[in-house]
């Protein structure tokens, strides 16, 4: 099966107006083949960007709650916002050597915008 | 078509809608006893336009809006259809979850604009962190609430933590708890009267904001970005950006094609409603439209997998983006005139 209709079998479908023959308007819930395509390639891509942190976190080059914010779709500015932290702050967190400096009420107020534990913050999951 | 009960034992017919803030506006109508569609509701309320947003980003992609801002739909539709009712934002999440049950217990069912990310029962290609997307509370359970999400099939249960988490997260477009309810309605509105409202409204939000990227203008914007794109960003990265955009088009509960097919079924409705034939031709000329931006995305799906590389490039999709600009311009022009000698 291709990834596209691996994805779209899994979750609710959603409904999509059509001209039927009668000049009725109907609801279907087939999706367009344009939007499995794109919404494949837009997926694989958000998990190929968060495979490469992934890996960089491992590598050393940054810290662990880069990667968590890349798994809820966040920007710095959101993070930063959600967790009541500065901009420039939570950019210098994603260096591994301060994060790894970090005092727990920095790393609580995280943890608390990310929705992940204390245990998993400090960590990326190794597969 | 599910029927669920409410706090106060009222039954609630849950619809399955293709866009969230229409289908909770109409259901919100319904549950009132004022049996109005989806289309009617997102023509009244002026939900059609046209947006491009580079300066906002979700997941790294550039905004393209197809709908009014969040909120505006209920608001507009509400006001026009003449009825009683009540929209709040908070900044305290504790005090806006106290009056969300305080409402709820009142025996109302309650619209909220959630974040579809934390949202618990939302699957994986349906996860975007965008702040509008509207669901409608039915009661309180243990521990929870049963949630219609008229997006979705059927009524879901949504844990109360994940529903707080997902009212007033922080992110582009931050809902901030927004929340409304109608306290009653008008059982005979004056359809005909907020009809002509609503697509006076949809003109002058089309044509006459005067900024480039909003309207008929924006679409032309788009067009040229599009147009540029491989060469500025190159191939894979103006691919994403395609994808992008189909995305709006498409997949972000719209009815396919960018609401045009929705705006087609409101016309539908409005020409059986005032007899009229222009209205009707109308209609047939957004179905027209909305076939121009299927064939827009199918067109960028096509690049996007290869097919038929030599004919399938960016110009030729930007070109089709100008091509709906251009019969979109014509179609609300044509529309002024129309409107004009409707009476009401």
């Known amino acids: ?127 | 078509m599910t029927t669920e009960l409410a706090a106060n034992g009222k039954p609630y017919v849950h619809h399955h809608g293709a866009h969230c803030e229409t289908a909770v506006t109409s259901a919100l109508f319904r549950y009132q006893g004022v049996d109005i569609s989806e289309p009617m509701i997102f023509g009244i309320g002026s939900g059609i336009f046209f947006g491009y947003l580079p300066f906002v980003k979700l997941v790294h992609l550039p905004v393209t809006a197809f709908r009014n801002k969040p909120g505006a739909v209920f608001r507009k539709a509400a006001k026009r259809l003449g009825a009683n009712f009540v929209i709040k934002t908070y900044r305290d999440p504790q005090q806006g979850m106290d009056e969300l049950r305080q409402v709820l217990k009142a025996g109302h069912i309650v619209g909220l604009a959630t974040n579809l990310y934390w949202l618990p029962y939302v699957s994986e290609r349906h996860r975007h962190n965008f702040g509008g997307h509207n669901i409608i509370v039915l009661r309180e359970t243990e521990g929870g609430f049963r949630i219609s999400d008229p997006t979705f099939g059927d009524p879901v249960d949504c844990s109360a933590d994940g529903l707080e988490r997902a009212r007033f997260v922080p992110g582009p477009m931050n809902p901030r708890g927004f929340m409304y309810y109608t306290k009653s309605i008008n059982p005979h509105p004056d359809l005909r009267g907020a009809c002509i409202k609503g697509m006076k409204d949809s003109c002058s939000l089309m044509l006459r904001i005067p900024l480039p990227i909003f309207g008929v203008r924006g679409m032309r914007f788009l067009s040229k970005k599009v147009i540029k794109s491989p060469d500025k960003l190159g191939f894979q990265e103006a691919c994403r950006h395609l994808a992008g955009i189909v995305r709006w088009v498409e997949e972000t509960g719209t009815g396919g094609a960018g609401f045009r097919y929705m705006y087609a079924a409101f016309f539908h409705e409005v020409a059986g409603l005032f007899g009229s034939d222009e209205l009707a031709n109308l209609s047939k000329e957004m179905t027209a439209i909305g076939d121009n931006w299927r064939e827009f995305s199918v067109t960028a799906a096509r690049i996007i997998k290869q097919r038929g590389k030599a004919e399938e490039t960016f110009a030729k999709a930007g070109g089709l983006i100008l091509k709906c600009a251009d019969r979109e311009e014509a179609f609300f022009r044509n529309l002024q005139k129309v409107v004009r000698k409707l009476k009401a």
């Open chain 1, 1 to 127: 099966m291709e990834f596209e209709d691996e994805i779209f079998n899994d979750g609710l479908p959603k409904a999509y107006y059509k001209h039927n023959d009668n000049g009725q308007y109907v609801l279907e819930t087939n999706a367009p083949w344009a939007e499995k395509v794109s919404c494949a390639l837009i997926i694989a891509g958000n998990r190929a960007n968060l495979e490469e942190i992934r890996k960089a976190v491992l590598a050393g080059q940054k810290s662990p709650l880069c990667y968590y914010m890349e798994m809820r779709q966040m920007d710095p500015g959101i993070l930063a916002k959600a967790a009541g932290i500065a901009v420039f702050r939570v950019k210098r967190h994603f260096r591994p050597e301060i994060f790894a400096k970090l005092k727990p009420s920095v790393l609580n107020r995280y943890t608390k915008a990310l929705r992940v534990t204390l245990e998993e913050l400090k960590t990326v999951p190794n597969i």
